[in-house]
């Protein structure tokens, strides 16, 4: 067969077809490949739209790293351990958004998708993805808030972690290596339902840590911390809502348009989750953001550091009434010291050392 150009001039969904009418053509095996080139380059009219969502999203990586950079200069002296895993997320996400930004350029400009590139924004990105799930996992766990450590959590946390970086690796290398416009088939199916699976695992240990951490704040009265994490708790809800109806949108929108015929909507669909992933990264910057404050929403096993103004007047206005008391309870032969023994909870997202961190206090 020659080698024939076809000149098209209308912007649409073509498909090339092969017909062999003659009988003694039947079976015959044809080898060969086709070139197909947009004005704009060789990113097929499905794609062609993630390069300039990538960029975008990589300058406004860029200009998020700058702002929480700036602050943490300024005030590098009281930056908190949570605040390192937030400049971690911030820098991950920065280089993801470059790397698609990269492979997306290549791939305009060549015609080809290399493997190299595409395997390393595939390998970063579940990276970014897992590390993200994991810092709000341990936020809502109050951890360097209202414990200094994840305790006999720690395992559970990179377990899961663990897992859910293999899930993820798995589903994104399906999805994007030697793939250049049809979406795969049957095998994305079952990739995708154990990291929606362990998805919903994160979620409902977030909102379980979440509910116990308010319990914590809101019994030792630590109204700072507390007004915080009521923020926190209120994003994630408006969050997982917006990701839920989502997901219906989704739905429908495959459902209705079987053949692919709305192609060049089709880049919204994917783009929408990383766009929420920002945002929510955005809240915790905010929320985190280094300040000559932040030591006041650190852990501190000094009951008299955490507590807020009011507390302090409180209990500078009853120190005169305290030896009395004491001698009181002791003459009722209790102790002072002593605590009430708490029952330990075996559900598996308890917080199995706060015991521990009761005696600490």
């Known amino acids: 067969m020659i080698h024939q150009k076809i000149n098209i001039t209308k912007t649409g969904m073509y498909t090339l077809i092969f017909v062999a009418c003659e009988r003694e053509l039947e079976g015959l095996t044809v080898e060969g490949k086709t070139v197909w080139k947009n004005p704009t380059g060789y990113l097929p009219g499905r794609m062609s739209p993630f390069m300039t969502f990538y960029s975008f999203m ?27 895993c937030i400049s971690a997320v911030i820098a991950l996400g920065m280089s ?6 990269f492979d ?46 994840l305790g006999g959590l720690t395992s559970k946390v990179l377990l899961l972690g663990g897992t859910y970086f293999l899930a993820a690796e798995s589903l994104d290398v399906v999805e994007n290596v030697n793939t250049i416009n049809d979406p795969p088939g049957k095998e994305r199916l079952f990739l995708v339902l ?33 007004e915080l994490y009521r923020k926190f708790t209120n994003s994630l809800a408006m969050a997982v809502v917006v990701s839920v109806a989502w997901i219906g949108y989704e739905l429908y929108f495959k459902a209705t348009d079987p053949f692919g015929e709305r192609w060049q909507s089709f880049w919204v669909i994917p783009a929408f989750w990383y766009v929420l992933a920002f945002i929510l990264l ?43 008391l004491i001698v009181e309870i002791e003459k009722s032969g209790v102790k002072p010291d002593s605590k009430e023994r708490k029952s330990v909870n075996t559900d598996v997202f308890s917080l199995d050392d706060d015991l521990e961190e009761d005696k600490r206090d």
């Not at 000559?292 to 009951?303: G, L």
């Open 96 to 101: 993801e958004m470059a790397l698609w930004y």
């Open 282 to 324: 955005i809240v915790i910057c905010v929320l985190w953001a280094p300040s000559q404050n932040s030591t006041r929403y650190a852990y501190s096993e000094e009951v008299g550091e955490d507590l807020d103004e009011e507390e302090v007047a409180l209990t500078a206005s009853t120190t005169a009434t305290k030896p009395s």
């Open 194 to 226: 154990p990291v929606a699976m362990l998805d919903a695992l994160f979620i409902l240990w977030t909102f379980t840590s979440l509910s116990r951490t308010l319990e914590k704040l809101q019994a030792r009265r630590r109204f700072a911390k507390l």
């Open 58 to 84: 990589a300058l406004a990586y860029g200009l998020l790293g700058a702002f929480w950079f700036f602050q943490y200069m300024r005030n590098w002296k009281d930056i908190l351990q949570l605040q390192n």
């Open 104 to 149: 997306y350029l290549n791939f305009n400009m060549t015609g080809s998708r290399p493997m190299g590139i595409t395997m390393w924004a595939v390998t970063v990105g579940a990276v970014k993805k897992t590390v993200s799930r994991l810092l709000i996992l341990v936020v809502s766990m109050g951890f360097g808030v209202v414990r200094p450590t």
